[in-house]
Structure formats: C-alpha cells, structure tokens
C-alpha cells in the first residue's frame, strides 16, 4: 500500500489547515503522526474502519480526523493552530487494529510540512 499525504503549509497562530491523505489500496487502520525537530515522532490520531477514532490529547477539540472509503482517503482538519503544532505529519496505515504504536503500523506516506507561526 502506498501512502501520499499533502496539504501542509505556513499558517499564523489560530489559524487553520487540512491535511490529506491518500492510500493505493484500503486498510483498517489509518493515522497521522507527526515530527518536530530534534524531535522523536509522535501519535496524532488514528481512525478505524469502523468508524471508532481517538486522538492524543494534545490535539483533542482542535483536530478531526476523517476517512472517505470510497476514494481511499484520510483527512486532518487542524483547527486553532499553536506554534508547538509545526512539524512534518505523516500518514500511516495498518492492516491490524492498532492505535498509536508507530512500530505497528507497516504502510507510510513521504510526510508534510505544518508551520505555525506565532
């Protein structure tokens, strides 16, 4: 399965960006990931295809993760936007039921630049 996310940016404080994700074939699961510098990565989101979804707590309330199954896509609506959200964001994907362990999730897209500037 191959993964290409796209959609980053340079956006102010409080702003806004989405990020899309699309995948060559369907998974189970799908997340974002993201990596500041000097950074280790670090879970975003994941989605089901259940429909079940969770978010790390850095994020909850600001960012929606979302899936379209009949294009094979994944989306991140990033809303108020801080500083300490820059980094590159990945997609990831799954065959398993996972959720926010990077070393289970076998499919991975090139990563997009989120800025947010203060």
Do not use: H
């Amino acid at each position: 399965v191959q993964l290409q996310a796209f959609g980053g940016g340079l956006v102010q404080a409080g702003g806004s960006l989405s990020l899309s994700c699309r995948a060559s074939a369907p998974t189970y699961t799908m997340a974002w990931f993201r990596q500041a510098p000097g950074k280790d990565r670090d879970w975003v989101a994941t989605i089901w295809r259940s429909g079940g979804l969770t978010y790390a707590d850095s994020v909850k309330d600001r960012f929606t993760i979302s899936r379209d199954y009949d294009k094979n896509m994944m989306y991140l609506l990033m809303n108020s936007l801080r500083p300490e959200d820059t980094a590159v964001y990945y997609c990831a994907a799954s065959q398993q039921i996972t959720v926010r362990d990077a070393m289970k999730y076998d499919y991975w897209g090139q990563g997009t630049q989120v800025t947010v500037s203060s």
